[in-house]
């Protein structure tokens, strides 16, 4: 027997399942609620506690999971930033040198020194 909602009517079979679905998309698996609980939850106003404890643990574990690859890709944007201020101090050295070649003169004769 469903129990009865705040306006005092059953849930919807629309309601109930939408529940359903929020937990199943939430992470939580058979084994992480008992056949008791998953009835509380589709019947009940509110979760268990239980659902919420489960619920809480598996974002806590994301967000360590996002954390960790967050703190990886700062290491990496920092690798790539000074490989890119190296790269760029290399650039401004080649051109430098570039420009030093061209400046010289292209046909030995105009140095102006004697060829013995």
Do not use: F, H
Not at 55 to 61: F, I, P, T, V
Not at 64 to 74: D, I, S
């Amino acid at each position: 027997m469903k129990k009865a909602g705040k306006s005092g009517k059953k849930p919807s079979a629309v309601a109930v399942k939408r529940k359903i679905e929020a937990v199943r998309r939430d992470c939580c698996t058979q084994t992480d609620l008992t056949k008791q609980e998953d009835l509380e939850l589709i019947t009940a106003d509110e979760p268990p506690p239980k659902y919420w404890r489960v619920l809480a643990e598996k974002r806590l574990k994301m967000i360590e999971e996002l954390v960790t690859e967050n703190e990886k890709l700062q290491d990496k944007v920092e690798y790539l930033e000074n490989e890119n201020r190296l790269l760029e101090n290399m650039l401004e050295d080649a051109k430098d040198l570039a420009e030093y070649i061209s400046a010289l003169p292209e046909d030995p004769d105009e140095s102006g020194i004697e060829r013995g």
